[in-house]
């Protein structure tokens, strides 16, 4: 069964870090592209970050760029996001999403985790 | 960046009617275009890739269509299981931006 699983959420005050994983399994992980997508309370869904599958290519949304970092280890299945000085606007459930190609760019999301919920208040 | 409208925000319809939604892209995105289910509580689901392909396993009374600036997502026939919220996402050009969302639920 193709499955992805995040974990790493949790409550974190403004200015400080958290790190998410995403566990994969159940398919050749680094066949495929991966990214992040948050939802915020009762909002919509925001493409966060994505990765090719060598970590050749990398993209982020504005609203994170110089304070997120997406990387994976693919002897271990896993991908990762670094998040840093994190602001109450962070606040929001992460989901880890693979993508149906090797490349980043396209990023159509086909398998989906059911998400980490990252809490930024003081 | 890209942005994408969807219409209407939200929708009530019978089980059995024929159910439309609309996503347009700010700038031309040729069949760069997926359809999403989430229901409520749930990670969201891909139904249609590159603007009409039917995702392996998706029902077939889900449908899309478009290209450019306009695009289309219809349900043929819609069930009460189909109660979710839907969205359209381009990936044209980086990032990969999101519509707001089309809230269906059952009359």
């Known amino acids: 069964e193709v499955q992805l699983v995040e974990s790493g959420g949790g409550l974190v005050q403004p200015g400080r870090s958290l790190r998410l994983s995403c566990a994969a399994s159940?398919?050749?992980?680094?066949?495929?592209?991966m990214h992040w997508v948050r939802q915020a309370p009762g909002k919509g869904l925001e493409w966060v970050s994505g990765?090719?599958?060598?970590?050749?290519?990398?993209g982020y949304a504005d609203s994170v760029k110089g304070r997120f970092t997406i990387s994976r280890d693919n002897a271990k299945n896993s991908l990762y996001l670094q998040m840093n000085s994190l602001r109450a606007e962070d606040t929001a459930l992460y989901y880890c999403a693979k993508a149906k190609s090797l490349d980043m760019t396209t990023a159509i999301m086909d398998v989906w985790g059911q998400g980490t919920t990252v809490t930024v208040s003081s | 960046d890209i942005q994408m409208t969807q219409s209407p925000s939200s929708l009530s319809a019978s089980v059995g009617d024929r159910v439309t939604i609309t996503c347009q892209a700010s700038q031309d995105i040729s069949n760069y275009l997926n359809w999403y289910q989430q229901k409520p509580g749930k990670a969201p689901k891909l139904l249609i890739y590159?603007?009409?392909n039917l995702e392996t396993g998706v029902p077939s009374r889900f449908s899309g269509s478009g290209s450019g600036t306009d695009f289309t997502f219809t349900i043929s026939s819609l069930q009460p299981e189909d109660i979710a919220t839907y969205y359209c996402?381009?990936?044209?050009?980086?990032?990969?931006?999101f519509g707001p969302g089309t809230k269906v639920d059952i009359k």
């Open positions: 590159d603007a009409s």
């Open positions: 159940g398919f050749t992980f680094d066949d495929y592209a």
């Open positions: 990765i090719s599958w060598n970590s050749g290519s990398i």
């Open positions: 996402q381009q990936y044209d050009n980086l990032p990969g931006s």
